[in-house]
C-alpha cells in the first residue's frame, strides 16, 4: 500500500517482488554509471582544447583499441542485465507444488473470485484454533463450530465458493479494525478480498467474463492480462501475512478505476476454515446442512454443549445426538447417510 510521502518502491510480500525491487536497484546502478561515463566522456571531448590540448589527435582519432572496448564494454553490461531479468522471468513460472488456486474473472467493473474447497482434509485442530481466535471477537462461534465439525462428514467432494468483489463507495467505507478485513481506503477497500495463504505456492487464473482487464498486485510483483478467450497463470508465494493492494491495469471502460483488487494474506488454516466458512453461509451450502442434518432444530442448550465437546471425527457419534424424543423417521434418515 503506497502512502502520502512514499517516495521508493512498495515493500514486497514475495520472493519475485524482491527481486524485482533488487533488479531496479541493480538497473538504477548501472545508469548512473553510464551516464557518469558518458557525461565525463562528453565534457573531455567538447571542451578538447582545454583539457588534451592536441592530445585528441594523438590518442582518440583512429584509436581501434579504445573502439574495441567502448563497444564491447556496453555490450557486456547489457548481458548481466538481460540474465538477470530472464532469471526473473524464468522463476517466475507456475511450476509445480501449488497448493491453492484462486480463479480471478475480470467484469464491467468488478472482480469474481472463485476456490475449490474439498471438505474432506478437515483439520479439527486447526479449526478448533480458528474458532478460538474468532471469538474474541465476542461472537458465539458454538453453533457453528459443530456445524463445521459435523460437515466434513457429509460435505463430500469438491465446492466451489464463488462471490464477487465490488470497490466500497466513499460514503459507506467503514474504520478498520483488527477483526474486520475492512482497509478503509478510500477508492481501495472492497467487499469481499481475495484470499491467498502465505508460506505456500498460490497459482491465480486470470480471466475476463467481457473486455480485456488485467489483475496486478505490485507488493506481491504479479499482473497478468485478462484476455477473452484465454486463462493466464500466476504464481504468488508470499512469506507473510498482511494485505496487498492492487488495481485493474488495462483499460476497460467507464469504471476503469473502480475496480480495486484487495488480497488478504493468512495462514493455511485460517484460509482453509474461512473457505469452508464460506460455503457454509451459501444458501446451496445451508440448504445441504438442512437436509443432511434435520435433528439440528430440535437440540437444546445442554445437548448443544454436550456436543461441542465430541470427537467428530468419529462418524458412529452422530447415531447417538438424535434426541430420544425424536420420531423415528428422522432417525432413519441420519443412519442411511451414515452407512455410505
Ligand atoms: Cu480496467
Not at 231 to 249: I, Q, R
Request: hydrophobic content about 45%; some cysteine; charged content about 20%.
Amino acid at each position: 500500500m503506497s502512502f502520502w510521502n512514499s517516495m521508493s518502491l512498495l515493500d514486497p510480500k514475495t520472493e519475485n517482488a524482491k527481486n524485482l525491487v533488487l533488479y531496479h536497484d541493480l538497473v538504477l546502478i548501472v545508469v548512473v554509471m553510464v551516464l557518469v561515463l558518458v557525461g565525463w566522456f562528453l565534457t573531455l571531448f567538447l571542451l578538447k582544447s582545454f583539457f588534451m590540448g592536441g592530445g585528441m589527435n594523438r590518442y582518440v582519432y583512429k584509436n581501434e583499441l579504445l573502439e574495441i572496448i567502448w563497444t564491447i564494454v556496453p555490450a557486456f553490461f547489457l548481458f548481466d542485465l538481460g540474465y538477470v531479468s530472464l532469471y526473473n522471468l524464468y522463476s517466475m513460472e507456475v511450476g509445480e507444488g501449488v497448493q491453492h488456486v484462486v480463479k480471478v474473472t475480470g467484469h464491467q467493473w468488478y472482480w469474481e473470485y472463485e476456490y475449490t474447497v474439498n471438505f474432506s482434509n478437515m483439520d479439527k485442530i486447526a479449526q478448533e484454533s480458528w474458532f478460538k481466535a474468532s471469538s474474541l471477537e465476542g461472537g458465539d462461534f458454538r453453533s457453528k463450530e459443530i456445524v463445521l465439525g459435523l460437515s466434513h462428514l457429509n460435505f463430500k467432494g469438491d465446492w466451489f465458493l464463488v462471490y464477487e468483489s465490488f470497490m466500497i463507495p466513499e460514503g459507506s467505507l467503514s474504520d478498520s479494525d483488527c477483526f474486520s478485513m475492512n482497509s478503509g481506503f478510500r477508492n481501495q477497500d472492497v467487499t469481499n478480498p481475495c484470499f491467498l495463504m502465505y508460506g505456500y505456492k498460490n497459482e491465480v487464473l486470470v480471466s475476463t467474463a467481457d473486455v480485456m482487464h488485467s489483475w496486478g498486485v505490485s507488493e506481491l510483483g504479479v499482473k497478468a492480462d485478462a484476455i477473452p478467450g484465454r486463462t493466464n497463470s500466476l504464481a504468488v508465494s508470499p512469506f507473510c501475512s498482511g494485505s496487498a493492494f492492487g488495481n485493474c491495469y488495462e483499460l476497460c471502460g467507464a469504471g476503469h478505476s473502480t475496480m480495486p483488487i484487495n488480497v488478504f494474506i493468512t495462514s493455511l488454516d485460517n484460509l482453509l476454515c474461512m473457505l469452508k466458512e464460506g460455503v457454509l453461509s451459501t444458501d446451496e451450502g445451508e440448504e445441504h446442512l438442512k437436509s443432511v442434518f434435520p435433528m439440528f432444530s430440535y437440540l437444546n442448550d445442554s445437548e448443544m454443549s454436550w456436543m461441542l465437546e465430541q470427537d467428530w471425527s468419529d462418524p458412529s457419534l452422530l447415531f447417538s445426538v438424535v434426541p430420544e424424543s425424536e420420531d423415528l423417521e428422522e432417525i432413519v434418515i441420519v443412519t442411511e447417510l451414515n452407512e455410505d
